[in-house]
């Protein structure tokens, strides 16, 4: 495994005066907050730690760290355990900053998604090898909405983990990717990556689950803009966006071998190449707008313009798009969310980037292609209507997994251009035993979770 460079042995902190109790307990709520510097303080609302570690030092697991605005500038090492550290107001006024004295979170000590970070600007990281802002070694924690930004060596890198990323920003890194994943299986959902000059994710030996991103204005003066596949990787890319991304080779993508999925993407003004496989990757691109077209493994793929809102900076779709219900439905990720709170594995990720539906019926007409209620569009953001609950293995658009559907995937089976047959679960152009096991094992988990006891 990756050395982080450091075990810091930090000191307990937390002070009881008076014989008193802080308010550290069990299941309690411990606040921090920089206008009570110099401290320490004792956890309490009325006398808040002043420092985020000091308040992880004292936390035990269940635990909810809440942070008031401010600018901390410090390191923090999650020690292991699962607690969660929040913004009470969100990464625009919350700032943790290392001051280039290391790398800004750490958490390499066996952390699970019970472990959460929460609503901060993450910055100022300088680490002894790489991940500035966070480094992740063999632990899976939780991070949502922070945007990394100015870290050298990468914003986060991520080794042996299934870490889940949601609504995060990655900014202004430099020297390596401003995401680096080594081994694991993470996932990535509705982030940003933009203005990193070391391009903007590397995936080494790991298959990220990577869905509804934005990978904009990223460089590099290596291989991979916008994303870089290493070392038998296989990701899971689907609609994401990938523009004005740069490097010597694979502008918006570059796969050395490896076998990235990418479904229900637009690659567009991406230089010199939207995708690149080179060295016996075996890329397979489906349901996705490829400026300049796609010419290997794949199906159902356009070259057209996108008609963005606004092609600088806003990559809503406008009416008449061509990448409007162009997508695969089984080509959305599952909910990662969802699947982590329940196991339904039934529910495709409900919401789009700025969080709309993902399944929209578009205007007052159902039935928009192939005799599918819904179909999705390409791209991070769906275009607007009413929400439709699609159901994974659904053929027959009733809102169930039944006997139904399974003659309706039988009646496709062996097909290497299903049309217009939605019964290609795994979007791998032929309708086969590979998607008979999928809808069968949809149909057994949707009967466990909507049965009565």
């Known amino acids: 495994m990756l050395k982080t460079g450091r075990m810091i042995t930090r000191t307990l902190t937390h002070v009881v005066a008076f014989g008193l109790v802080s308010a550290a307990q069990a299941g309690a709520v411990i606040h ?87 609503g901060f600007t993450i910055t100022g990281g300088l680490p002894f090898f ?47 990717a401003a995401m680096a994943n080594s081994g694991g299986n993470p996932t990535v959902t509705n982030c940003v990556f933009t203005r990193n000059t070391g391009g903007g994710m590397l995936n080494f030996d790991a298959s990220p689950n990577v869905t509804g991103c934005i990978f904009v204005d990223n460089s590099t003066p290596f291989e991979g803009g916008g994303m870089l596949n290493q070392q038998g990787s296989s990701p ?81 779709l406008l009416p008449g798009s061509p990448c409007i219900d ?21 529910e495709l990720t409900p919401r789009d980037f700025a969080g709309s539906p993902r399944f929209a019926v578009d205007g007052n007409e159902l039935n928009p292609g192939c005799g599918t209620p819904v179909i999705v569009d390409m791209g991070a953001y769906e275009f607007s209507g009413s929400s439709f609950n699609v159901v994974f293995g659904d053929l027959d658009g009733n809102g169930t997994v039944g006997v139904n559907d399974l003659m309706i995937l039988n009646g496709c089976l062996g097909s290497d251009d299903p049309e217009c047959c939605v019964a290609d679960l795994n979007v791998d152009g032929v309708v086969g035993l590979a998607d008979r096991l999928l809808l069968g094992s949809s149909l057994v988990q949707f009967l466990s979770v909507t049965s009565v006891p």
């Open 236 to 316: 899971l890319v689907s609609n994401c966006v990938f523009v004005r991304n740069t490097a010597l080779e694979g502008g918006g993508m570059y796969n050395d071998d490896s076998s990235p999925r990418v479904t229900n993407c637009i690659l567009w003004q991406n230089t010199p190449d939207q995708i690149l496989d080179q060295g016996g990757a075996a890329s397979r691109v489906s349901y996705s707008d490829v400026q300049g077209g796609w010419s290997g493994s794949g199906t159902r793929n356009i070259d057209a313009d996108p008609a963005f809102v606004a092609p600088d900076t806003d990559f809503q």
């Open 32 to 118: 921090v907050d920089d206008d009570n510097c110099p401290g320490p303080g004792d956890g309490s609302e009325l006398n808040p730690y002043c420092s985020i570690q000091d308040a992880i030092d004292a936390a035990v697991d269940t635990e909810v760290i809440v942070v008031a605005p401010g600018r901390y500038f410090e390191t923090i090492d999650f020690l292991g355990k699962s607690i969660t550290v929040r913004s009470s107001d969100g990464a625009m006024v919350t700032t943790i900053d290392a001051q280039l004295a290391g790398t800004v979170v750490t958490c390499d000590s066996g952390e699970g998604p019970g472990t959460a970070l929460e």
């Open 326 to 346: 162009a997508g695969n439905n089984w080509g959305v990720a599952r909910d990662a969310a969802d699947l982590d709170a329940d196991g339904d594995r039934n």
């Open 130 to 176: 790489f991940g500035g802002g966070m480094i992740i070694d063999a632990s899976s924690p939780t991070v949502t909405s922070c945007t990394f930004s100015g870290n050298a060596f990468g914003g986060m890198v991520t080794v042996a983990s299934s870490a889940i990323v949601t609504g995060c920003t990655f900014t202004d890194h430099t020297g390596v």
